[in-house]
């Protein structure tokens, strides 16, 4: 049974993965798994100065799901290297870096640091909702994945800069997710990740404010899984580079639609706050289910959809 999948030059033995923010820097969760058994661990997004992140209250529950506003909180790219990717590396299985820039030069910085630091993939982040001095400043839109122009812009500018393989982030608060997915991949990207949290709000009634300190944050879990296998099937319809898959997987069985849906490649990401055991528990599951099904690799499984 082969389960091994590529994306881009990244060969990853299994095609399961922890989402970006959703599994801090590995450490806090090597207690409760083996997380060499991963295909892969996509970082917290990092950007090339610290960021303290947004104010508290920045996370709340939601009927089958959460808001968060962390506002990308991370130590900085120099930190990162210096503290967390050595314990990453360490591990033994594929690391993908998730950054943000503000300005096209921290852009390059960034990538030119990544570029000598053993990182196997650049997930570049254009979709965080959540953080105000990085939407305005890049495009004329709120996020640089509502702007087809601006994703070309952006992903060709990491295009130019690395040889690393690229996967273009994206964001469901979109009305073609298609359209988005295609200026990506024209533009040189490897990849593309698919969906970001769903911009959302809750209001208490008691005090009539926002739960969140920054009113609106993003909204993810089983809630939104619906929406994230509807836009990966349109991606797929469009674009030939892989699609990596997330939004409310929490088990084998919401694992397989992303599957057959047309991702290559899924992401874990709320249903480790749940159940830190998540995405082992989904890869022996995946192989119970292409064993019973006779299915011999798991590339015959993607895009398998009948209408
Ligand atoms: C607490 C939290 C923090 C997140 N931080 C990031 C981040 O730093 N960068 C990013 O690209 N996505 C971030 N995400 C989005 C997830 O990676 C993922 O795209 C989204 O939550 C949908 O998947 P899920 O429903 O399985 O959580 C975050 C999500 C949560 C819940």
Redesign the pocket.
């Known amino acids: 049974m082969k389960l091994s999948v590529n994306i881009g030059k990244l060969k990853l033995k299994n095609p399961v993965m922890v ?4 599994f801090g820097y590995a450490g806090e969760f090597a207690g409760f798994i083996d997380i060499n058994k991963l295909g892969a661990i996509v970082t ?2 990092i950007t090339l100065k610290p960021r303290p992140g947004n104010p508290a209250p920045r ?1 709340c529950e939601t009927p089958a799901g ?1 808001l ?1 506003a ?1 506002g ?1 909180e991370n130590p900085g790219a120099d930190a990162f290297l210096k503290e967390k990717l050595p314990a990453l590396n360490k591990i033994g299985i594929p690391v993908i870096a ?1 950054i943000a820039a503000e300005t096209p030069g921290e852009l390059k910085e960034i990538i030119n640091l990544l570029n000598d630091a053993q990182v196997n993939a650049i ?1 570049l ?1 254009l ?2 909702p959540n953080v105000k001095s990085l939407q305005s400043t890049i495009s004329g839109s709120p996020l640089i994945a509502q702007d087809a122009q601006a994703t070309h812009n952006w992903v060709r500018a990491v295009r130019k800069a690395t040889r690393k393989t690229i996967i273009a ?1 994206l964001s469901p608060n979109v009305a073609d997710i298609a359209e988005i997915a295609l200026a990506a991949q024209r533009a040189g990207a490897d990849a593309v990740s698919l ?3 769903i911009t959302a709000m809750s209001i208490d009634t008691k005090t009539r404010r926002p739960v969140l300190a920054n009113i609106t944050g ?1 909204l ?2 089983p809630a ?1 899984r619906p929406v994230a296998v509807r836009m990966v099937w349109e991606a797929y319809q469009k674009i030939k580079v892989p699609i990596i898959g ?4 929490m088990d084998v069985q919401s694992a397989l639609e992303f599957f057959i849906a047309g991702a290559s490649a899924i ?5 480790n706050f749940i159940n830190p055991r998540a995405s082992i528990e989904i890869i022996s599951g995946l192989k119970q289910y292409l064993k019973e099904n006779k299915i011999k690799d798991i590339n015959n499984l993607i895009g398998s959809l009948r209408t």
């Open positions: 989402a970006s923010g959703t917290k997004t996370t959460m968060n962390i990308l998730s997930e982040n979709s965080c982030k969906i970001n949290t993003g993810s879990g939104v997330m939004g409310g997987i992401n874990i990401g709320t249903a």
